[in-house]
């Protein structure tokens, strides 16, 4: 029984950082309809400079190696992370995509596929993070917050998973319950016909690539403090972690703000409980095998025709 309840929490925790990541591809599919691959190295990005801002944090406190920040410090990175991953969403959108609104599909597919290698590429350079793999400060307390049994709940484990629902929350606010929402709906039907109506399409294409953006860039923030290392940003962990973020979107049924929540969940549960029951070196199976059965069987994927209003 403790090893259901440590498996269930493992699985919600990585399951939460593949939705909030899914939901950038989810967005911008549901309204350009193209899959944006630079996407995850939005996610990259929101990594390092979180540990760029934390060092520089940590380093004016004069906290010593391996203590603990103040508590306002997470939440103030995690703020910078998302602001500066969403401008920088706003100007690829602006300068990569926006030019090419009425070309082929697959002209954009490939400038999506350069602008990840520009970002990889420009990422490893010496004066930006360089190409060694660098530790993050610790910023949250990994103290056991309570525990069942012998299943430890820590602090670190509350916090990922908490931000994560909350963000998912607002956005599911933002979508459903605004005005700005219901613009990003009528736009992800008819781009032309809301154009029509008198809805500023581009102002709301940036916006969803701000907010797509800035998501990936908590998922990041998130990743980072959770498994502290962070490779570069080249390094094929994060092409993986993107995939699979992919993934959960295409099995929630990809256009669809909840399918890709509930797709993100469903992957982390699948490949921590397959990692723990069946065979952990097939961890990375499960999850493409997943995708593979859900297009034989539901090729919109799982929530993709359930749900009618999309993004």
Request: charged share 10%; with cysteine.
């Amino acid at each position: 029984m403790d090893t259901l309840l440590q498996t269930l929490k493992d699985g919600l925790t990585i399951g939460s950082l593949y939705a909030l990541i899914a939901l950038g591809y989810t967005m911008v599919y549901g309204i350009l309809k193209f899959i944006n691959f630079a996407h995850s190295d939005i996610v990259v990005l929101g990594a390092w400079i979180s540990l760029v801002i934390a060092t520089a944090i940590v380093k004016a406190l004069g906290l010593e190696t391996g203590q603990t920040a103040p508590w306002w410090v997470g939440p103030f990175v995690l703020s910078c992370a998302m602001l500066a991953c969403g401008l920088i969403g706003f100007t690829i959108e602006r300068l990569a995509y926006r030019p090419l609104r009425n070309a082929p599909k697959l002209n954009v597919l490939i400038t999506a596929i350069g602008v990840s290698l520009f970002l990889q590429n420009t990422g490893q350079l010496q004066f930006v993070f360089g190409t060694r793999p660098r530790p993050i400060p610790p910023l949250l307390s990994d103290n056991v917050w309570f525990s069942i049994g012998n299943m430890q709940v820590r602090m670190l484990d509350f916090v990922v998973i908490g931000t994560a629902v909350v963000l998912m929350i607002a956005l599911e606010w933002l979508v459903f319950h605004t005005k700005l929402g219901k613009a990003m709906r009528a736009v992800s039907f008819d781009v032309r016909t809301a154009g029509l109506m008198g809805i500023n399409v581009d102002r709301v294409i940036s916006i969803t690539f701000v907010i797509g953006s800035a998501l990936a860039a908590a998922g990041g923030f998130l990743w980072a403090v959770s498994f502290t290392s962070i490779k570069q940003p080249a390094d094929t962990s994060w092409v993986l972690l993107g995939l699979k973020a992919f993934v959960a979107a295409v099995v929630g049924g990809i256009g669809n703000v909840r399918g890709a929540m509930f797709g993100g969940l469903a992957i982390g549960m699948l490949e921590v409980f397959g990692q723990q029951y069946i065979n952990p070196a097939l961890k990375d199976v499960y999850v493409f095998a997943a995708l593979i059965i859900v297009l034989l069987v539901r090729p919109g994927g799982i929530l993709g025709k359930a749900t009618v209003e999309k993004v």
